[in-house]
Protein backbone atom coordinates (compact mmCIF):
# COMPACT_ATOMS: atom_id res chain seq x y z
CA UNK A 1 0.00 0.00 0.00
CA UNK A 2 1.24 3.28 -1.02
CA UNK A 3 -0.35 6.37 0.92
CA UNK A 4 0.78 10.06 0.89
CA UNK A 5 -0.12 12.32 4.16
CA UNK A 6 -0.76 15.57 3.97
CA UNK A 7 0.12 18.59 6.58
CA UNK A 8 2.47 15.53 9.38
CA UNK A 9 4.41 18.74 10.47
CA UNK A 10 2.76 22.06 11.30
CA UNK A 11 3.88 24.89 9.72
CA UNK A 12 5.70 25.83 13.09
CA UNK A 13 7.48 22.19 13.04
CA UNK A 14 8.56 22.75 10.05
CA UNK A 15 9.93 26.10 9.96
CA UNK A 16 11.72 24.51 13.53
CA UNK A 17 12.84 21.80 10.99
CA UNK A 18 13.93 24.03 8.40
CA UNK A 19 15.86 26.31 10.37
CA UNK A 20 18.10 23.54 12.29
CA UNK A 21 18.98 22.00 8.61
CA UNK A 22 20.15 25.74 7.93
CA UNK A 23 22.40 25.28 10.97
CA UNK A 24 23.40 21.94 10.55
CA UNK A 25 26.57 20.00 9.37
CA UNK A 26 26.62 17.37 6.60
CA UNK A 27 28.35 14.24 5.81
CA UNK A 28 28.59 11.65 2.63
CA UNK A 29 25.39 9.94 3.04
CA UNK A 30 26.81 6.41 2.26
CA UNK A 31 27.94 6.14 5.97
CA UNK A 32 24.31 4.48 6.65
CA UNK A 33 24.09 2.41 3.80
CA UNK A 34 23.84 -1.44 2.77
CA UNK A 35 26.81 -2.90 0.50
CA UNK A 36 24.84 -2.58 -2.51
CA UNK A 37 22.39 0.33 -2.04
CA UNK A 38 26.15 2.49 -0.88
CA UNK A 39 26.91 1.87 -4.76
CA UNK A 40 24.34 3.84 -5.72
CA UNK A 41 23.37 6.28 -2.85
CA UNK A 42 24.53 9.89 -3.63
CA UNK A 43 23.69 12.54 -1.19
CA UNK A 44 24.31 14.35 1.75
CA UNK A 45 23.26 13.25 5.67
CA UNK A 46 23.21 14.92 9.08
CA UNK A 47 25.53 12.67 11.54
CA UNK A 48 23.39 10.95 13.96
CA UNK A 49 24.80 12.19 17.01
CA UNK A 50 24.51 15.88 16.61
CA UNK A 51 22.26 18.48 18.41
CA UNK A 52 20.26 19.23 14.92
CA UNK A 53 19.81 15.49 14.46
CA UNK A 54 18.33 14.83 17.87
CA UNK A 55 16.16 17.71 17.65
CA UNK A 56 14.98 16.74 14.22
CA UNK A 57 14.50 13.84 15.47
CA UNK A 58 11.83 14.79 18.32
CA UNK A 59 9.95 16.82 15.85
CA UNK A 60 9.50 13.94 13.58
CA UNK A 61 8.57 11.67 15.86
CA UNK A 62 6.28 13.43 17.93
CA UNK A 63 4.34 14.41 14.85
CA UNK A 64 4.38 11.02 13.30
CA UNK A 65 2.61 9.84 16.92
CA UNK A 66 0.42 12.24 16.35
CA UNK A 67 -0.84 11.60 13.37
CA UNK A 68 -3.92 9.33 13.24
CA UNK A 69 -3.69 8.97 9.21
CA UNK A 70 0.15 7.32 10.29
CA UNK A 71 -0.56 5.60 13.11
CA UNK A 72 -4.09 3.63 11.57
CA UNK A 73 -1.61 2.40 8.52
CA UNK A 74 1.67 1.83 9.51
CA UNK A 75 0.48 0.32 13.22
CA UNK A 76 3.78 0.93 14.27
CA UNK A 77 5.94 -1.47 16.61
CA UNK A 78 8.65 0.75 16.05
CA UNK A 79 9.50 3.95 14.24
CA UNK A 80 13.74 4.11 13.66
CA UNK A 81 15.25 7.66 14.26
CA UNK A 82 14.93 9.20 11.03
CA UNK A 83 18.05 9.61 8.56
CA UNK A 84 18.33 13.44 7.35
CA UNK A 85 18.97 13.54 4.19
CA UNK A 86 19.85 16.28 1.76
CA UNK A 87 20.16 15.95 -2.20
CA UNK A 88 21.99 19.04 -4.63
CA UNK A 89 22.62 19.33 -8.11
CA UNK A 90 23.75 15.91 -9.70
CA UNK A 91 22.73 14.18 -6.39
CA UNK A 92 20.57 10.96 -6.73
CA UNK A 93 19.87 7.39 -5.43
CA UNK A 94 19.73 4.37 -8.00
CA UNK A 95 17.27 1.68 -7.76
CA UNK A 96 17.16 0.12 -4.73
CA UNK A 97 15.29 -1.89 -1.91
CA UNK A 98 15.51 -0.94 1.63
CA UNK A 99 17.72 -3.18 3.91
CA UNK A 100 15.09 -6.06 5.74
CA UNK A 101 16.59 -5.57 9.11
CA UNK A 102 18.09 -2.05 10.30
CA UNK A 103 21.61 -2.87 13.02
CA UNK A 104 21.35 -0.27 15.94
CA UNK A 105 20.66 0.77 19.28
CA UNK A 106 17.34 -0.90 18.57
CA UNK A 107 17.30 -3.79 15.75
CA UNK A 108 14.03 -4.09 13.77
CA UNK A 109 12.64 -5.10 10.84
CA UNK A 110 11.49 -2.75 8.03
CA UNK A 111 8.02 -3.01 7.36
CA UNK A 112 7.28 0.26 5.94
CA UNK A 113 9.42 2.86 4.31
CA UNK A 114 8.37 6.70 5.15
CA UNK A 115 9.39 9.96 3.20
CA UNK A 116 8.91 13.01 4.64
CA UNK A 117 9.45 16.11 2.83
CA UNK A 118 10.63 19.29 4.43
CA UNK A 119 11.19 21.57 0.56
CA UNK A 120 8.98 22.93 -1.19
CA UNK A 121 8.44 20.98 -4.66
CA UNK A 122 9.24 24.28 -6.60
CA UNK A 123 12.48 25.07 -4.00
CA UNK A 124 14.45 22.29 -6.51
CA UNK A 125 14.32 20.59 -9.44
CA UNK A 126 13.92 17.02 -10.31
CA UNK A 127 13.87 14.45 -7.29
CA UNK A 128 10.97 12.35 -7.72
CA UNK A 129 11.15 9.73 -5.91
CA UNK A 130 10.13 6.95 -8.04
CA UNK A 131 8.46 3.79 -6.49
CA UNK A 132 7.74 0.45 -8.27
CA UNK A 133 4.39 -0.74 -6.83
CA UNK A 134 1.51 -3.40 -7.66
CA UNK A 135 0.43 -0.74 -9.96
CA UNK A 136 3.25 0.52 -11.76
CA UNK A 137 5.48 2.97 -11.11
CA UNK A 138 4.60 5.99 -9.06
CA UNK A 139 6.30 9.33 -8.91
CA UNK A 140 6.60 11.10 -6.00
CA UNK A 141 7.19 14.97 -5.04
CA UNK A 142 5.38 16.17 -2.38
CA UNK A 143 4.40 19.24 -0.36
CA UNK A 144 6.89 20.16 2.44
CA UNK A 145 5.44 18.84 5.43
CA UNK A 146 3.38 15.30 3.52
CA UNK A 147 4.28 12.59 3.82
CA UNK A 148 4.31 9.32 1.58
CA UNK A 149 4.58 5.51 3.62
CA UNK A 150 5.20 2.32 1.05
CA UNK A 151 5.99 -1.48 1.52
CA UNK A 152 9.92 -1.25 2.31
CA UNK A 153 10.13 -3.88 -0.09
CA UNK A 154 9.49 -2.04 -2.73
CA UNK A 155 12.16 -0.96 -5.66
CA UNK A 156 12.53 2.81 -5.26
CA UNK A 157 15.12 5.14 -6.31
CA UNK A 158 15.18 9.49 -6.02
CA UNK A 159 15.38 11.03 -9.56
CA UNK A 160 18.69 13.24 -10.04
CA UNK A 161 18.56 17.15 -8.52
CA UNK A 162 19.36 19.27 -11.42
CA UNK A 163 18.58 22.26 -9.57
CA UNK A 164 17.78 23.50 -5.96
CA UNK A 165 18.46 21.43 -3.16
CA UNK A 166 15.94 18.48 -1.49
CA UNK A 167 15.59 18.11 1.89
CA UNK A 168 13.38 14.85 3.73
CA UNK A 169 13.71 12.90 6.74
CA UNK A 170 13.49 9.12 5.91
CA UNK A 171 12.60 6.54 8.60
CA UNK A 172 11.26 2.51 8.56
CA UNK A 173 8.41 1.05 10.59
CA UNK A 174 8.66 -1.99 11.92
CA UNK A 175 4.74 -3.07 12.56
CA UNK A 176 2.27 -4.85 14.73
CA UNK A 177 1.18 -6.75 11.28
CA UNK A 178 3.74 -8.06 9.33
CA UNK A 179 1.81 -8.89 6.85
CA UNK A 180 1.28 -6.01 3.80
CA UNK A 181 -1.98 -7.54 2.68
CA UNK A 182 -3.40 -7.96 6.49
CA UNK A 183 -2.13 -4.43 7.15
CA UNK A 184 -3.80 -2.74 4.56
CA UNK A 185 -7.86 -4.47 5.49
CA UNK A 186 -7.46 -3.36 8.63
CA UNK A 187 -6.64 0.58 7.37
CA UNK A 188 -9.05 0.12 4.86
CA UNK A 189 -11.64 -1.16 7.89
CA UNK A 190 -10.37 1.26 10.46
CA UNK A 191 -11.23 4.37 7.77
CA UNK A 192 -14.84 2.79 7.13
CA UNK A 193 -15.27 2.89 10.95
CA UNK A 194 -14.07 6.43 11.02
CA UNK A 195 -16.05 7.91 8.37
CA UNK A 196 -18.96 5.86 10.20
CA UNK A 197 -18.71 7.38 13.29
CA UNK A 198 -18.48 10.76 11.54
CA UNK A 199 -21.63 10.28 9.64
CA UNK A 200 -23.75 8.30 12.18
CA UNK A 201 -22.26 8.12 15.51
CA UNK A 202 -24.97 6.39 16.98
CA UNK A 203 -25.42 3.86 14.53
CA UNK A 204 -25.91 0.26 15.75
CA UNK A 205 -23.40 -1.11 13.12
CA UNK A 206 -20.48 0.53 14.81
CA UNK A 207 -19.47 -1.31 18.13
CA UNK A 208 -19.15 -5.23 15.38
CA UNK A 209 -17.14 -3.18 13.24
CA UNK A 210 -14.83 -2.08 15.73
CA UNK A 211 -15.08 -5.65 17.54
CA UNK A 212 -13.84 -7.21 13.93
CA UNK A 213 -11.60 -4.82 13.78
CA UNK A 214 -9.69 -5.31 17.46
CA UNK A 215 -10.30 -9.24 16.69
CA UNK A 216 -8.10 -9.37 13.65
CA UNK A 217 -5.49 -6.94 15.54
CA UNK A 218 -5.67 -9.94 18.13
CA UNK A 219 -5.50 -12.18 15.59
CA UNK A 220 -2.45 -11.00 13.33
CA UNK A 221 -0.58 -8.78 15.51
CA UNK A 222 2.82 -9.44 16.43
CA UNK A 223 4.33 -7.90 19.54
Known amino acids: MLLAIENV ?8 ARELFAKAQFVDGRVTAGQLAAKV ?3 LQLAANTAETQALTGIVHDALHCNPLFVSAALPKVVCPPLFNRYV ?3 DFGIHVDNAIRVGATTFRTDVSGTLFLS ?6 GGELIIEDTYGVQAIKLPAGSLVLY ?3 SL ?8 GHRDVAVFWVQSM ?5 QRSLLFQLDAGIQSLRARAPESPEIIPLVATYHNLLRLWADI
Open 9 to 16: LTGEELTN
Open 177 to 181: IRDVA
Open 156 to 163: HRVEAITG
Open 120 to 125: EPEDYE
Open 151 to 153: PSS
Open 41 to 43: KNN
Open 89 to 91: AGM
